[in-house]
């Protein structure tokens, strides 16, 4: 069961409907899915959210120490409720995909992505599942950053937006860890 699902994003307004984001935009629209809402936890500096896949416990967790901190929320979460980092579902944007486009995977390295880096260091494993929520690329490295932290246009909104469709449809079997199957229907 997966039982930790971490959207990555960045705290506050100004960050709110950015392509950086993409984590906590997919956390809501699945917190909203199950009728269950966050609440601040200052033990781990995140948003907390508690709702039930198959009558198995299922927690939500949006770090609120900026996206390159998310380590700390992360662990001090794993470590508190005892969760095996093998249930443990990381959710963030992926400059290396076209919007609208998903990918479900476990293990692998950061990618250059630092909210990915210091989840890694923080647990010091990699061994957690990834769902990648694809953003697009400027096309100049150079322009990542402010790409990032820039909301995207009213096309590539509506694809990310049916692209959570699609893994909300997903989620009770994401959530009984039945990966090969779940990869198989999103990567088509």
Not at 22 to 35: I, K, N, P, V
Not at 143 to 156: F, H, I, N, T, W
């Amino acid at each position: 069961m997966a039982s930790l699902i971490v959207g990555l994003g960045n705290p506050g307004d100004e960050y709110l409907k950015t392509r950086h984001n993409a984590g906590f935009l997919f956390l809501d629209a699945l917190a909203e899915s199950m009728g269950v809402t966050f609440s601040y936890e200052a033990r781990f500096k995140a948003q907390l959210a508690k709702g039930f896949f198959a009558g198995k416990p299922v927690r939500l967790l949006k770090p609120q120490t900026y996206m390159n901190k998310s380590g700390y929320s992360v662990s001090a979460c794993v470590k508190y409720f005892d969760v095996p980092v093998s249930e443990v579902l990381i959710v963030h944007d992926e400059l290396d995909l076209e919007p609208g486009v998903v990918r479900l995977k476990k293990n692998g390295g950061h990618g250059g992505h630092n909210g990915l880096r210091d989840i890694i260091a923080s647990l010091g494993m990699k061994e957690f599942y990834r769902l990648r929520l694809g953003i697009g690329h400027p096309g100049d490295r150079n322009k990542v950053v402010d790409y990032v932290l820039k909301s995207p246009g009213r096309a590539d909104a509506l694809l990310f937006e049916g692209a959570v469709d699609r893994v909300l449809h997903e989620m009770p079997d994401i959530c009984r860890l039945e990966y090969q199957a779940v990869m198989q229907r999103l990567h088509s």
